[in-house]
């Protein structure tokens, strides 16, 4: 995986680092990890609220950097769901449990922290495992796929025709 990295062109790199800021400023702003006027906690956040967010908005740019002009095709052409996942995941993780309006909306605030606040390490990870099976996946059929010839992917009506019309 590393070779494949390895030979990422800047630009590449460049959507890579850009993503991973825009994931820290898209989660970190609503579940008040950056202070703003918009958005509070009621709960400070976790000694681990910081490094999980960091440690996902990386692999979450790397993971959006493979859908950059990718030198080969991608092993599939199914879209990845992996990535999306593991973001509402983390958004969750890093939230403050009894600040988000769809936990207490289903639990309440007792809920919230009796229940809640104890799986977010948990979401934290399966987000984390997500994103490294979403970024593998992604690397791999990079590595294992070959560039096609283009000849063979012309359409059949830009093909060169023979002078035989019945060839």
């Not at 639990?107 to 979403?134: D, M, N, R």
């Amino acid at each position: 995986m590393m070779r494949v990295l390895a030979a990422w062109p800047a630009r590449r790199w460049l959507a890579a680092a850009g993503a991973t800021v825009a994931f820290v400023a898209l989660v970190g702003v609503p579940t008040a990890l950056i202070e703003t006027p918009f958005f509070g906690r009621e709960i400070p956040p976790t000694w681990w609220s910081w490094p999980s967010l960091l440690v996902t908005s990386v692999l979450a740019g790397l993971l959006v950097a493979t859908y950059v002009a990718a030198p080969v095709p991608p092993e599939s052409d199914r879209p990845g769901r992996g990535g999306v996942l593991a973001s509402v995941l983390t958004f969750f993780a890093v939230g403050c449990p009894v600040c988000n309006k769809l936990v207490l909306v289903a639990l309440g605030s007792a809920g919230a922290l009796t229940w809640f606040e104890p799986v977010q390490p948990l979401l934290q990870l399966a987000a984390v495992a997500l994103l490294v099976w979403a970024l593998r996946q992604r690397l791999r059929g990079e590595l294992a796929c070959t560039v096609p010839d283009t000849a063979q992917l012309r359409p059949a009506h830009l093909a060169p025709r023979s002078e035989d019309p019945h060839a």
